[in-house]
């Protein structure tokens, strides 16, 4: 039950370190083995806390976006920063 558990609510968690070669098998049946340490931009925590900021602005804007009451096109071109001319 772990290990399915574990398979369903982390696949990003898992496909990222695959991807970074840190763990190699198969997630179904998960088989997963550790075959190398986590690469250092993985392990800076300036990086990561850097991060963090980003997706938190990245989730404050989308909020904002939903309880938008005005144009949310005029919105979408202020957040990318492009001229815009409504019709």
Known sequence: MAS???RHSHPAALAMLDR???I???LSPL??????PLPAALRD???LDD???RD???LYALVQYVKHEGDRKAFIHEYFGLPY???
């Open 4 to 6: 399915q558990s574990l």
């Open 51 to 53: 991060k963090l900021k």
């Open 31 to 36: 088989e997963i083995e550790v075959i190398a």
């Open 85 to 87: 001319c409504p019709h």
């Open 45 to 47: 925590q300036s990086r």
């Open 56 to 58: 938190q602005q990245k």
């Open 24 to 26: 190699e098998g198969s």
């Open 20 to 22: 970074y070669g840190v």
